[in-house]
């Protein structure tokens, strides 16, 4: 039977790069390969616990689930079976020949050639069944599927190069077995002790029994020196883990490496989490949540349609993976389960949608998780500022997403201002207004494409000659964080990019004559700007904000933002026409030369390259840069002539 469906496949382009990468680059770290296996066996036979409460037939005739371990050190082989659900053709196929994550390419293009950084990112990136090749020449897998027949078993075999085999087989028992043929330098993983303890190290904490044969007793002299011969009997297998689901114990019993250990498991991450909390809730609703907050970003963590969610188990029963239900989008980086007493074992992802449980538990656990991210703000700064180099642009969405947790956010944001020293975000609302001068009423804000741009922007110059501090925003989410964030602690935000400046009390009553006499004494320059430009800006107007620059554009007041602006457009999105208002700056000798500019075209001309300048400045681009320099070169011309 077997001749006519054996087939020989290439494994994926990027699943054969990741493959040599890893076998070299985690070698240092070998023993993972257990953990690895043992987790997705684990993860096989709780998915088989679940369907069976629907249908009870798919235990067939082996209700106990476990996990076995044998070792044969005369073949040089160590294989994990388990009874689990099992894979059919297609699946073996999907699960091993292919890398199933998103950000795959991206991953790839990470990578250093440092061994040490490689093997910090493989393992980031998760690398699951392919660990097997670390310390394999070869892998076979043996699986059936429940529920289906004998003949309808999967043989599946590869050396980690080019290409795998896979074959139909016969296979009486369902799940998985995978046979690793182990490398020479690698027969240790063929000793009894050895792997016993990287299954307590590792896989204590599995809620599936890990079984391995029971060490024969020694056999002790008689008092004469001679040896009875014992009797011939088969070993019998003992579990070699605790085999309790870790959540369900007491946190005094539980220690910080069993914690990260799973971790590990639920996250299929090599690092250890950033934090976690582990806590029973007991009263109208009863839950058990342990969540975590990883160290590192997952490389998809932008495709919204990547893995998330926590494990969710129903009476430490395990229903399903990335249950999304539990936390909102902005914490899709958290990972964990939630094993709830109030929720039905055949609960789907539809009846969860519908179900007020657990809209009730989705606002505890946010609140948990904004509670761990606050304790650690305020007792490690080093440690937050880590986390949000990772995670700050997701907790940036929150605002928008959370109205009722948006004070708690707020005081988790970070921002560059125009205090920081570098170019870090580590500057908390909380601390602005701290600093904030007497008399001032608003948090100042300026939205740019980079950080130089922002730096550097006209619109900064008389909030330097005032020593008024100005938060720097230049993540392509901080426009849509500010039209949700509005105010903070009593204080709304200004964008110092729109409408008229108001420095309320901080300006004096000089200054506000000053400003007063500015716009009578310079009526005809305004009016003359505003004709030669025409409709490209809505409105032309001197200004007391610009102490260096000749020039600024800005937004009306209810416009759309030229960063808003630019991302929708960069979308594809149909963005609504807006014109910039030029405001001049009439101490400027650019401009006082402008004013007595008697030749209307070269008036013209120097009002167009101050209007792109001002452009430029803001970091936008020019809808014909050509003529913009053609201008320039023709004054630059007459002017040395």
């Known amino acids: 039977m077997g001749a006519t469906t054996k087939e020989t496949m290439g494994f994926q382009t990027e699943a054969k790069q990741l493959l040599q990468l890893m076998?070299?680059?985690?070698?240092?770290?070998?023993?993972?390969?257990?953990?690895?296996?043992?987790?997705?066996?684990?993860?096989?036979?709780?998915?088989?616990?679940?369907?069976?409460?629907?249908?009870?037939?798919?235990?067939?005739?082996?209700?106990?689930?476990?996990?076995?371990?044998?070792?044969?050190?005369?073949?040089?082989?160590?294989?994990?079976?388990?009874?689990?659900?099992?894979?059919?053709?297609?699946?073996?196929?999907?699960?091993?020949?292919?890398?199933?994550?998103?950000?795959?390419a991206q991953f790839l293009q990470e990578l250093?050639?440092?061994?040490?950084?490689?093997?910090?990112?493989?393992?980031?990136?998760?690398?699951?069944?392919?660990?097997?090749?670390?310390?394999?020449?070869?892998?076979?897998?043996?699986s059936r599927k429940a529920g289906e027949a004998a003949s309808e078993g999967v043989h599946w075999i590869s050396k980690g190069e080019a290409d795998?085999?896979?074959?139909?087989?016969?296979?009486?028992?369902?799940?998985?077995?995978?046979?690793?043929?182990?490398?020479?330098?690698?027969?240790?993983?063929?000793?009894?002790?050895?792997?016993k303890s990287v299954v307590k190290k590792y896989s204590d904490h599995i809620a599936i029994p890990v079984m391995m044969k029971e060490e024969p007793a020694p056999v002790m002299p008689n008092e004469d020196g001679t040896v009875d011969e014992a009797p011939e009997k088969e070993p019998a297998y003992e579990a070699v883990n605790t085999a309790t689901a870790l959540w369900t114990r007491s946190k005094t019993d539980i220690s910080d490496e069993e914690y990260t250990e799973f971790y590990k498991?639920?996250?299929?991450?090599?690092?250890?989490?950033?934090?976690?909390s582990h806590n029973r809730v007991e009263g109208k609703l009863e839950y058990t949540s342990l969540l975590y907050i990883p160290?590192?970003?997952?490389?998809?963590?932008?495709?919204?349609?990547?893995?998330?969610?926590?494990?969710?188990?129903?009476?430490?029963?395990?229903?399903?993976?990335?249950?999304?239900?539990?936390?909102?989008?902005?914490?899709?980086?958290?990972?964990?389960?939630?094993?709830?007493?109030?929720?039905?074992?055949?609960?789907?992802?539809?009846?969860?949608?519908?179900?007020?449980?657990?809209?009730?538990?989705?606002?505890?656990?946010?609140?948990?998780?904004?509670?761990?991210?606050?304790?650690?703000?305020?007792?490690?700064?080093?440690?937050?500022?880590?986390?949000?180099?990772?995670?700050?642009?997701?907790?940036?969405?929150?605002?928008?997403?959370?109205?009722?947790?948006?004070?708690?956010?707020?005081?988790?944001?970070?921002?560059?201002?125009?205090?920081?020293?570098?170019?870090?975000?580590?500057?908390?609302?909380?601390?602005?207004?701290?600093?904030?001068?007497?008399?001032?009423?608003?948090?100042?804000y300026i939205a740019a494409e980079n950080l130089t741009t922002a730096k550097n922007s006209p619109h900064l110059e008389v909030f330097k000659k005032k020593g008024i501090e100005?938060?720097?925003?230049?993540?392509?989410?901080?426009?849509?964080?500010?039209?949700?964030?509005?105010?903070?602690?009593?204080k709304s935000f200004q964008d110092i990019g729109r409408g008229q400046l108001d420095l309320g009390e901080l300006e004096t009553e000089d200054d506000k004559k000053e400003q007063e006499t500015?716009?009578?004494?310079?009526?005809?320059?305004?009016?003359?700007?505003?004709?030669?430009?025409?409709?490209?800006?809505?409105?032309?107007?001197?200004?007391?904000?610009?102490?260096?620059?000749?020039?600024?554009?800005?937004?009306?007041?209810?416009?759309?933002g030229a960063q808003m602006r630019r991302l929708m457009e960069q979308a594809g999105q149909d963005v609504p026409e807006g014109k910039p208002i030029m405001e001049l700056n009439p101490a400027h000798a650019l401009v006082q030369k402008l004013d007595n500019e008697p030749d209307e075209d070269r008036f013209k001309d120097l009002s167009q390259i101050l209007f792109d300048q001002a452009h430029l400045a803001e970091g936008g681009q020019l809808e014909d840069p050509a003529s913009y320099v053609h201008k320039l070169n023709k004054l630059l011309l007459e002017l040395t002539a």
């Open 518 to 560: 500015l716009t009578e004494n310079n009526e005809d320059l305004t009016k003359r700007v505003a004709e030669a430009l025409g409709d490209a800006v809505k409105e032309v107007r001197v200004t007391s904000r610009l102490t260096d620059s000749p020039a600024c554009l800005v937004v009306d007041d209810f416009d759309m």
């Open 164 to 195: 795998f085999s896979i074959d139909a087989v016969e296979k009486a028992d369902r799940g998985t077995t995978i046979i690793l043929h182990l490398t020479d330098e690698q027969l240790e993983f063929a000793e009894s002790f050895r792997v």
């Open 470 to 490: 100005v938060l720097l925003l230049t993540d392509k989410v901080d426009d849509w964080l500010m039209s949700h964030l509005q105010e903070f602690d009593g």
């Open 112 to 142: 250093s050639g440092d061994d040490k950084k490689d093997s910090q990112l493989i393992g980031q990136f998760g690398v699951g069944f392919y660990s097997a090749f670390i310390v394999a020449e070869e892998v076979e897998v043996l």
């Open 295 to 444: 160290e590192n970003a997952p490389f998809d963590m932008w495709n919204r349609d990547a893995v998330k969610g926590l494990k969710l188990y129903v009476q430490r029963t395990f229903i399903m993976d990335e249950a999304e239900q539990f936390l909102p989008m902005y914490l899709r980086f958290v990972k964990g389960i939630v094993d709830s007493n109030d929720l039905s074992l055949n609960v789907s992802r539809e009846i969860l949608q519908q179900d007020p449980a657990v809209e009730s538990m989705k606002s505890a656990l946010t609140k948990r998780v904004l509670d761990i991210l606050a304790k650690m703000a305020k007792k490690d700064e080093e440690k937050y500022a880590t986390f949000w180099q990772q995670f700050g642009q997701v907790i940036k969405e929150g605002p928008a997403e959370d109205f009722a947790n948006k004070e708690k956010i707020s005081k988790l944001l970070r921002f560059t201002t125009t205090k920081t020293e570098g170019d870090k975000q580590d500057q908390s609302l909380a601390g602005y207004i701290e600093r904030m001068q007497e008399g001032q009423d608003k948090i100042y």
């Open 265 to 276: 498991h639920v996250s299929h991450d090599f690092a250890e989490p950033m934090s976690w």
């Open 23 to 104: 076998i070299h680059s985690l070698y240092s770290n070998k023993e993972i390969f257990l953990r690895e296996l043992i987790s997705n066996a684990s993860d096989a036979c709780e998915k088989l616990r679940f369907e069976a409460v629907s249908n009870g037939a798919l235990l067939e005739d082996q209700p106990d689930l476990k996990i076995t371990i044998d070792l044969d050190k005369d073949a040089k082989t160590i294989t994990i079976a388990d009874n689990g659900i099992g894979m059919n053709r297609d699946e073996v196929i999907q699960n091993l020949g292919t890398i199933a994550k998103s950000g795959t």
